[in-house]
């Protein structure tokens, strides 16, 4: 851990100002953790139903920081230059309010028939894996399977083993985008970050040896500026390595550096939900899937009657996500990556209307990456 110590020790310090002063409420992790939207809502926290009838069976849980995160990844509601509190800042999209561990563990405990899992999202700070296995600990008599968002950057192998042994059941690697030059560009040297991309992988490798075969998982963004060709070349890579393929369409977040970029275009991100299904199921692979000269998805490689059954099935377009006792996808963060009148990843199974939608945007070709881009220059 070379990079990555010179980042732990550099949020060491930041972490100094996290001790509250005396009487002062306790505003970070491990005493107080952010929660999404639907998550409080799914816990009765906040008010509210959710459109279409959609569920949640997942507590997503975010650490939280004074200091806040020493990321600054350009995507990002949380990097470090935009103004505000941290615990009042956003993670995507959607608003995340903060509650007490205890909190939250008495009324997980009080649901048990709404929750089968609850996930902790690390951030890149000195303190996090400390908290992170605090934390995990605090969940181990509720009744509900844990996963682990990871900060590669201040971790290694041996906090991974440490998690898994404080109950974790599922460790994944948010590394976001496709090529390395769009990594660094959004998360490391170009937006001065503490992110590498060959940490990111080894911390994927590492899971899937530590967690098991296909209980590692890796979030993708779709639409950073990438070609469908290089994130299905991602998406394969992913699968290849044993990990499963969490995906996300690219929303930009207000306050964050890519704010006035558009979101990702629906057929690019119908095509990848779509490649991506077929990929993790065996149909097809990143290299039997034919692309256009400007590397769009011309043909997935496999028998068109199949893939009109796959497609038909709605569920390549559903949110892909840890899973359940009992259910696909226990992670089904509704509307987290677009709006319910403009839904993205499905957080239920698309019916007849929303499949014949998903066709025509299947067949919407979209600008090209190079065009996508420049639309953002011209704004
Ligand atoms: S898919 Fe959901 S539950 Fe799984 S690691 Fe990602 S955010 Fe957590």
Redesign the pocket.
Known sequence: MTDSNKVVSAASAATEKDTPARDAPISNSPARLQMSLAAAMTLGLRSGIFYRGATLS?I?LLLTYESGCAGSCAYCGLQRQRGGRFSEKSFIRVEWPSFPLEEIIGRIGGHPERVD?V?I?MVTHGKAVDDTLAVARSLRPLDAAV???MAPTVLDRDDIVALRDAGAE?G?VAIDAATEELFDRYRGSAVKGPHKWERYWQCLADAVEVFGERKA?C?LIVGLGETERDMARTIQKVYGLGANV?LFSFYPEEGSALAERQPCPPGQYRRLQLASYLIQNGFTSSEGISYDDSGRISDFGVDPEEVKIVIDSGIPFMTS??PGKDKLV??T?PYGDGPPGDIRSYPFTPNMEDIAKIRMELADMGPTPGEYLNMEDNR
Do not use: E
């Open positions: 997942c997503n899992r996930c999202s996963s682990i968002l599922i994944s998982g979030h969490h996500g840890c226990s992670c963060r």
